[in-house]
Every structure is written in C-alpha cells, then in structure tokens.
C-alpha cells in the first residue's frame, strides 16, 4: 500500500473514530437526560393517579353517604330492624340509588351479611357479603367485583348505619375502567392503561388490558412486561418497540386489594419520540460531519502527498537509479524541513558514494594486479628453479669429460622441457581466465547439456566410486551459451568428484520457477568450513594441493554474464551443494529464435 493511502486511511479513521466517539457521547448524554426526564414526568403521573384515586375515593365515600341518607336506605334500615324482615320490596331500591349518586357498584346489606338490594347483580338478593362479616374498614379499597358480565375491579367504600340495635351497610364504588382512566390530565407524549388481574393468572390476557384512548395495538409487546410484575408484585419498566409509530417507555405498577393480592397492573407510558428524533438528529449530524471529514481528509491527504510523499517518491527514484548503477543521481532539495534534511544527506551520500567508489575501484585494481603477480610469481617460480638446478648441472658437466657431460646433458634436456611445458601450461590459464569469451546467446536445453557432462565423466566417476543420480524437470529452452555453461557445470562436477576420494554420490538436479531455471550439484563429500565459504569464488583461491584456484571462479564469471547467481551450501561433514539461477532471458531467447528463423 502506498504511503498516500495509508495517510488517506489514517485521515479518514481519524475522522471516523472523532465523529463516532462525539456521537456516542451526545446520544448517551442525550439518552441520560431524556430517561431522567421520562423518570420524572413518569413519577408526576404516578403521584397524579394516586392522588386522582384518592379523590376519586373520597367522592365515593361522599356519594356513598350520601346513599345511606336517602329514604330508600331509611326504608331498608327499618325493615332490617324487624325480627322477620321481607327484603322483596326493595329489590330494585339499590339501582335506583346509585344511578342516583353515580355509582357503578352498590349494595345493601343488614348486620349479618344479607343483601337485601344490589344494583350491579339484583340476583345476589338474599346472598351473603363477606366482607360484612369480616369487620367492615373505613378505608378506601380496591376489590374484584362480580357482575352478569364477569368479574370487575372498582375503588370500594363501606359505611355503616344504625337501625335501632342493628345496622344497614351500604357497599360501593365506582368501576377502574375506561372512563375513569379518561379523567386523569396527562403530560403531552404520555399515556395511562391499566391490565385489571381478575383471573389470578401468571398468563397475559389481551382483553384485560385497557387505555383511556382507543384500543391498544400491539398488546403482545406488555405481556412480558405485565408477567414480570404478576411473578414479583414490584415496579417495572422497560422500552416497547411498537410495530408501528415510536418507541416507548412503560413504567408498571402494581395495584393490591384489601387482602393484598394484586388486582392489577397500572402501566404508565411516555412516548420516546422527542428522544428518537434527537437521536436521528444526531446521526444526521454524525454523517454530514464524518462526510466533510472524509472530504477535508482526501484534500488533506492530497496535500500531505504533494508536501511529504512526492520528495519521497523522489528519493525512491534516486535510489532506484543508484541501485541501477547511476551513482551520479540526486535529489531536488525544496524545503528546509525533515524532509529537506533527508534530500540533502540523500546528495550528500551519493557524492560520498561515488568518491567511495572511486577510491574503492583503484584499491581493489592496485589489489587485484598485487595478488595477479604473487600468485604468477608463486606460479613460476616453481618451475624456475629445477630449471636453474639443471643449468647448474650442465655447466658443472662441461668441465667434466664428454660421457658425463652427455649423460647430464640428456638428462636435463629433459627437465628443461617439462618444466618449460609447465610454464606454458600456467601462461595458457592465466591467458584463459583473462580472456573469458563474451556467450553467444542460443535455445539451449538444459537437461540436455546436464546429460552430456554426465555422460563426459561417467567412467571417471565410475573409477571413483562415484554413483551419478539425474533430477531433471522439463524447463523448456532458455537462452544461454551451451559451451561456456558446459564448462560451468563440468567444472562443479570436476570439484565433486575431488571432494569425495572415497567415493560417494552426485546429484544433478534442474527446477524451473516462471522466470529462472535452477541448477543443483550436489555431493556428499566432507563439506566446506563456514569461514571458506565466503573465498570459494575468489580467483587463486584453493584448498587443493595441485588447484589453480581459477576452477571456481571461472564458474562464477560464466553465471554472472549470463545474468545468473551462483551459491554453496555445505556444512562440515554433510557435502556440498552448489546452486545456480539463471534467468530465462525470454526476450534474448525470441530474437535468437526470430534470427534463426
């Protein structure tokens, strides 16, 4: 990846990363501040309902008073008064009473339980009311109620009135419905419903649930809710997800009868939509702001790579050149910054270079001619002196009579012309490797010529006990000198067969990658010490009693025209395998192949 995307990414995470973190601290204050308002406005209703339902309970108890001072009621305390009382005419009095306070419930009993008149269930004339016997309260209660139509919750009263020794009581209340719900002033945004627990269930009923509004859509959504509350009797909230409109807050409440058992759930609810749409608010926010960020971080990536990268694509040019063998190249120094300071050692470093160069290229020629003359030194003085030893005899011959002298004479005659042969043999080397020929480059296949140089040093390598194995792939014509990388290969393959006296094994395997073939000798003599590995192409060098120190090095000259690199790996006692790459040279190959044709 460039460095002017990686400064483009970098921008852009930085944007992306300062916009989210600045949007997820607003939406959570935001949500805080919303949810401490929902819990305060929610709160306000809760207090509302209570006090609406103590109001509400004080008017029943008023209304029910009321009740007790009308004629019907003096009729029925008179007639409870009586040893066999006939309840019969007043069975229709309590519907006529409480339609006359505004009762939805209300019931006529004497001291011992009796209903003498009930306005809700006329038929429960002559039943008993338990709570009659259980000691009325003059607290305000909730309580299930039975009608024709099912079971009923209402806010309930009792009073008492006297009838000479015995008392009349009149139960009543007004019914936990919609139009009660009506009645309570509600916020904006907010809503009350109440689920009447009549069942005595843990299973959520759709029908039980009611509103002040129009019917509740979605009734499934409270039923996990209102079950929580009937599993533990305590408040509750959670976040509804309608299927349809906005989000919203329930708040559950139980409500408890006289015995304390829960008669139902009031659910106070507070729309979320204020607080959806400052959320979207802020994500619409978040996006035009990470938008003008990533725009602001392309122009500032823009800029960042016209004022940073390009002097750095630059010095990658000016090093590429140098490392192509320009030494000369160097840099426009345009700033007087880091980046300035980096074009300017860059020139400075190329001129140190080329004076290093130089300098180099002198020391390494004035080496090269001193260690050419010590090795032609070294190399003829061997032979200069048996050559002196031989005149030296020759001339103490001559002094001597003629048979001695004729017998010395053949004699060294002879010596003179080895050693001169050995002389011309190390001139001819040394002219050799002076001389190496330029490849002329042709197809040549390779497993052709690794065959050949097999076949050339198969009784050779027979007599040294040598066994000869061939790993040739098929990597097709490369374009290369098949004589001078003849010798090469024969050259690794003489150095083999030195390196095993006791015999062994070669190996000479060829591999092929898209665009270089590769070369293996492999053998399995003692190996090459760590610390002469790093001479063995060094021309002169050998380890060798009777070597040259050219073999080697010739092998390297031959790879390197060709373009290739050679290498040994080798380890003391583990053989040796020496490996070298040559590039296909597709583009010599096609013209020799279009010369030819």
């Known amino acids: 990846m460039s460095f002017r995307r990686k400064l483009l990414l970098l921008?852009?995470?930085?944007?992306?990363?300062?916009?989210?973190?600045?949007?997820?601290?607003?939406?959570?204050?935001?949500?805080?501040?919303?949810?401490?308002?929902?819990?305060?406005?929610?709160?306000?209703?809760?207090?509302?309902?209570?006090?609406?339902?103590?109001?509400?309970?004080?008017?029943?108890?008023?209304?029910?008073?009321?009740?007790?001072?009308?004629?019907?009621?003096?009729?029925?305390?008179?007639?409870?008064?009586?040893?066999?009382?006939?309840?019969?005419?007043?069975?229709?009095?309590?519907?006529?009473?409480?339609?006359?306070?505004?009762?939805?419930?209300?019931?006529?009993?004497d001291d011992s339980g009796t209903i003498i008149s009930s306005a809700q269930w006329p038929a429960k004339f002559g039943y008993?009311?338990?709570?009659?016997?259980?000691?009325?309260?003059?607290?305000?209660?909730?309580?299930?109620?039975?009608?024709?139509?099912?079971?009923?919750?209402?806010?309930?009263?009792?009073?008492?009135?006297?009838?000479?020794?015995?008392?009349?009581?009149?139960?009543?209340?007004?019914?936990?419905?919609?139009?009660?719900?009506?009645?309570?002033?509600?916020?904006?945004?907010?809503?009350?419903?109440l689920y009447e627990n009549v069942e005595r269930n843990s299973v959520f009923l759709p029908t039980q649930l009611i509103s002040a509004s129009d019917s509740v859509q979605d009734t499934q959504k409270l039923a996990p809710l209102i079950e929580q509350v009937q599993h533990n009797p305590r408040e509750k909230s959670a976040v509804i997800h309608w299927n349809s409109g906005p989000e919203e807050t329930v708040n559950a409440f139980p409500l408890f009868g006289d015995k304390n058992q829960l008669l139902g759930v009031l659910l106070v609810g507070s729309s979320?939509?204020?607080?959806?749409?400052?959320?979207?608010?802020?994500?619409?926010?978040?996006l035009l702001a990470a938008g003008t960020g990533l725009a602001l971080a392309v122009l500032l990536s823009s800029w960042a790579a016209a004022r940073v990268t390009k002097p750095l694509e630059q010095l990658a040019g000016a090093a590429r050149e140098v490392a192509d063998g320009n030494w000369t190249a160097s840099v426009e120094v345009s700033s007087y910054d880091e980046i300035g300071d980096l074009a300017t050692s860059f020139n400075q470093m190329t001129r140190e270079l080329v004076d290093q160069r130089e300098r180099l290229v002198q020391a390494e020629r004035v080496a090269a001619w001193r260690e050419l003359a010590r090795r032609l030194a070294h190399e003829l003085k061997n032979p200069l002196f048996p050559l002196q030893l031989t005149v030296e005899n020759l001339l103490r011959a001559r002094e001597g009579d003629q048979q001695h002298f004729d017998e010395t004479f053949r004699e060294g005659a002879g010596t003179l012309l080895t050693e001169i042969a050995n002389l011309k043999n190390i001139i001819a080397r040394f002219s050799d490797f002076s001389r190496m020929p330029q490849p002329q480059f042709q197809p040549v296949n390779l497993n052709e010529v690794?065959?050949?140089?097999?076949?050339?040093?198969?009784?050779?390598?027979?007599?040294?006990?040598?066994?000869?194995?061939?790993?040739?792939?098929?990597?097709?014509?490369?374009?290369?000198?098949?004589?001078?990388?003849?010798?090469?290969?024969?050259?690794?393959?003489?150095?083999?067969?030195?390196?095993?006296?006791?015999?062994?094994?070669?190996?000479?395997?060829?591999?092929?990658?898209?665009?270089?073939?590769?070369?293996?000798?492999?053998?399995?003599?003692?190996?090459?010490?760590?610390?002469?590995?790093?001479?063995?192409?060094?021309?002169?060098?050998?380890?060798?009693?009777?070597?040259?120190?050219?073999?080697?090095?010739?092998?390297?000259?031959?790879?390197?025209?060709?373009g290739g690199k050679i290498e040994a790996a080798s380890e003391p006692g583990g053989g040796t395998t020496f490996i070298i790459e040559l590039p296909r040279n597709i583009e010599k190959l096609s013209v020799t192949q279009g010369t030819h044709v």
């Not at 979320?272 to 979207?280: A, D, F, I, P």
């Not at 010798?487 to 150095?495: E, M, Q």
């Not at 120190?549 to 092998?555: D, E, Y």
Request: charged letters at 20%; proline letters at 4%.
């Open 272 to 286: 979320r939509q204020v607080y959806t749409e400052l959320r979207n608010q802020i994500r619409s926010a978040a």
């Open 11 to 109: 921008f852009a995470l930085l944007v992306f990363v300062s916009v989210a973190a600045v949007t997820l601290i607003v939406s959570a204050l935001a949500r805080r501040a919303f949810d401490r308002t929902n819990d305060d406005r929610t709160q306000a209703l809760v207090a509302q309902f209570r006090s609406e339902f103590s109001r509400r309970g004080e008017e029943v108890a008023h209304r029910i008073q009321a009740a007790s001072s009308t004629p019907e009621a003096a009729r029925m305390a008179l007639a409870s008064a009586q040893s066999s009382p006939n309840y019969n005419a007043f069975l229709d009095d309590a519907q006529i009473v409480a339609e006359a306070q505004r009762l939805d419930f209300l019931e006529f009993c």
């Open 128 to 193: 008993k009311e338990p709570l009659v016997n259980a000691g009325p309260s003059e607290a305000l209660f909730l309580k299930e109620e039975e009608t024709p139509s099912g079971a009923a919750l209402g806010l309930f009263a009792i009073r008492a009135t006297a009838a000479a020794d015995h008392k009349l009581y009149l139960i009543g209340g007004i019914r936990l419905d919609k139009t009660f719900l009506s009645t309570l002033e509600l916020p904006a945004g907010m809503r009350v419903m």
């Open 450 to 562: 690794m065959e050949n140089v097999s076949k050339v040093y198969r009784a050779q390598l027979d007599r040294a006990g040598i066994s000869c194995t061939c790993d040739l792939q098929s990597p097709g014509a490369i374009a290369a000198d098949p004589d001078l990388l003849q010798r090469a290969i024969s050259n690794l393959v003489l150095n083999a067969i030195d390196a095993m006296p006791q015999g062994g094994t070669l190996t000479l395997r060829t591999r092929q990658t898209q665009a270089f073939v590769r070369i293996e000798v492999t053998d399995t003599g003692t190996g090459i010490k760590p610390e002469d590995r790093s001479r063995l192409f060094t021309p002169y060098y050998t380890n060798k009693p009777h070597g040259t120190g050219l073999g080697l090095a010739i092998v390297q000259s031959i790879v390197s025209d060709h």
